[in-house]
């Protein structure tokens, strides 16, 4: 069977944007191999998330990041990918708590991460999994992962949908349509509405 690739987009990095210093696609950055080994940083042996834990403890350990202008790396997205398909739903080996769990206990904030760019990746990350797996899902399966998240959430950022990088003006680099799904989520778990909303829409198997 043929699969339909598409061209999604090119990304470049700005200076002025501190957001994207924890962008998490291992594939936009090289890195220096003596940093690596000094601090032991490797990939997280997990289905879902292996290269974020990566990426962001790099970036927590280095001195210094380069940005260059040009386009270097094309994304080509395949419908078939393991992304695309088995991680699109609730599944045991594909955890998001493992790798929340590990950027909790690991991930230090004395650095090129400050305490609040951490807490925020973790809420923006538990909202994007809950989104991400939401079609896909079955209603009780994804409501009952949807109560695991916001109870981890709360346990560590008891006020986290408060938080103050939360904002449809900020953070400064973040794509609006991250912007915008962190932003509606927030304001609809204050209301109350997150859970029987977004589950009615999860109509997969479980």
């Not at 210093?21 to 042996?45: E, M, P, S």
């Not at 950027?103 to 004395?110: A, K, V």
Request: aromatic share 14%; charged share 25%; no cysteine.
């Amino acid at each position: 069977r043929q699969l339909t690739l598409s061209l999604l987009r090119s990304m470049r990095f700005r200076r002025d944007e501190p957001f994207l210093r924890i962008n998490h696609f291992v594939w936009a950055h090289l890195y220096r191999t003596a940093l690596l080994k000094d601090h032991g940083i490797r990939f997280l042996k997990t289905g879902l998330g292996e290269d974020i834990y990566f990426t962001l403890m790099a970036y927590a350990h280095a001195r210094k990041a380069v940005t260059i202008p040009d386009t270097g790396y094309r994304w080509i997205d395949n419908p078939s990918s393991l992304s695309n398909s088995r991680q699109r739903r609730v599944r045991e080996e594909a955890d998001p708590f493992l790798l929340m769990n590990r950027l909790w206990e690991d991930l230090p904030t004395d650095g090129a991460v400050t305490e609040a760019e951490k807490t925020y990746f973790l809420i923006r990350y538990g909202v994007w999994y809950l989104l991400f797996t939401l079609r896909r899902t079955g209603k009780g399966q994804w409501q009952a992962q949807y109560d695991r998240m916001t109870a981890w959430l709360r346990e560590r950022i008891p006020d986290f949908p408060r938080h103050r990088m939360i904002s449809l003006f900020g953070p400064k680099g973040e794509p609006m349509g991250i912007r915008l799904s962190v932003w509606g989520f927030a304001l609809l778990y204050r209301l109350g509405l997150a859970r029987p909303l977004l589950g009615a829409l999860a109509r997969g198997r479980s």
